[in-house]
């Protein structure tokens, strides 16, 4: 079959090093932009306010979509069924674009109302006008890629995220360019039509793929064993059962950053700040602190990803303990990303402020404080990925619901009170009180008691060990009057290093774990060379 599977890891590995790439590029052009005079901190919060109501709607409209398509295909797929895989995927693309479309209509006609009298940020409504087509692609091609990773197939996924991160990447900066003697808002809206552009062509590649392995796709389907097919209207209803539920987590996600928009821009206006100030105030958060923030993210999201057709998969074929190793070693796994990154962050936020933001440097405290919700929101992605692939697709979205009501509650009290660093502390209430359920809930459904020492307290202490060997590497480089920038590689790069140290020390992974990542016998290997010398 042209559409190939790949096994756990491989798919993991794959939509990783995607992710990586995504954000790198996507880390690229916000740098470039944001060191814009003309743009800088206040066209970030035109850009980044617009960006949240966009991800709001889309997370109604599309994103429980890839896998609520990737969970119900791989339990077809997992007993043979190619044929009803396959009405799946078609159903979803009718009801999925249909809904899209009455979403897209939605944000572009009711932008003004929405940037007035919600956001009371008028300069957001062009933003929103320029993001809205995007929602009928983004729900077409998240269609074709529930299929596809359905089937255990992450590569195209993968390849089609990159390819689109890299098209608005580049549109981005085109189109500040082009419109740099324009309002911030302006420029903005520009930076974000390049969304558009950018989810059209990765709709046309998947499409493409899709049709040039159709063929082999039907032939498949005609070889397959005979089941019983759905009706249409049956599989419609499955899928939209399913895909509230799931996008339930995202939408509260999406709707704790337009909490962020009502309740920080109203609350910094209060503190004493005119609508500019407030504008750039917020800024720092959504357009330097964030995107620092969603880099470990990125990275983790594969396993969330994944996870879901694999355990779906292993509990149709009644294999609860394959599914139950496969979520321990993740959420270990997950640990091991998040832990140093927080760390890092914290200890190098002004290094990397001034490394990264030379023309806007302010907000270094901010990240320092915010970086701890990496821990949490890590976790917790691979946490929600394994409740909804054991069929448990509520729980994730009434986790975030709570930690959501007590940001807005937070939010509306203190940010009148002490301003812009409010919204950084909530952040990692709410992911803190959200992780912390979801976990209990897993481990409750499991009905096993978690390692917690396997799975937390060894990557912890490695985690403290890389910490010391980070303040000790940057405090001995100041006295050899480096600049800046040489100073900040070399001690990440430091960091890195005495970290993969740490944990080969600590013997933090097994071997069968070490064996099971890609490459993973050759690093045994390596590992047993360096161990008899």
Known sequence: MAVKKQSFMNGVLIIMISQVLIKIFGFIYRVIITNFPQFADEGNSYYGSGFQVYTLLL??????????????VSEKMAIGDKRGAHKIFRTAMCVFSL???????????????????????????????????AIIFVAMSAVLRGYFVGM?????????????????????????????????????????????????????????????????????MKRSEKFALDSTKKIAKKLISYAIPISLGSVVVALSGVIDLVTVMDGLQKFGYDIVTANEKFGILLGKVDILNAVPLSINVAFSVALVPFISAAIAKKNKK?????????????????????????ILAAPIFKLLFPNAPEGAPLLQIQCWMIIFSVIAQTLYGSLQGLGKIYVPGVCLAVGAIVKYILNVIFVPIYGEVVPAVTTVIYNFIACSLAFFCLFKVLRKKPNLKELFLKPIIA???????TIWVSKMLVYINLSNTIN?????????????????????????????LPYGNKICKVLNKVKKI
């Open 59 to 72: 997370a109604i409209a599309t994103t429980g979509i890839p896998n609520t398509i990737s969970k119900l």
């Open 463 to 469: 985690t403290i060990a890389m910490a010391f060997v």
């Open 152 to 220: 255990q197939n992450m590569m195209e996924y993968s390849k089609a995220q990159v390819l689109e991160q890299i098209i608005n990447s580049i549109f981005s900066v085109i189109f500040v360019v082009m419109l740099l003697d324009s309002s911030p808002e302006i420029m903005a809206a520009g930076s974000t039509l390049a969304t558009t552009v950018a989810a059209s062509s990765a709709f046309i590649y998947l499409l493409i793929y899709y049709n040039k392995n159709k063929k082999d796709i039907w032939n498949e």
């Open 322 to 346: 394959e599914a139950i190793n496969k979520i321990n070693y993740s959420l270990k796994i997950s640990a091991l990303i998040a832990l140093p990154c927080a760390v890092g962050l914290c």
């Open 99 to 133: 809904i899209a479309i009455i979403f897209s209509l939605g944000l572009f006609f009711g932008s003004g109302f929405i940037s007035t009298c919600i956001l009371k940020n008028p300069g957001v409504k062009y933003t929103l006008m320029a993001l809205s087509p």
């Open 488 to 516: 900040t590689v070399i001690t990440i790069l430091s960091a890195i290093i005495a970290y993969m140290i740490f944990i080969v020390m600590f013997r933090v992974l097994k071997e069968d774990e070490i064996r099971q």
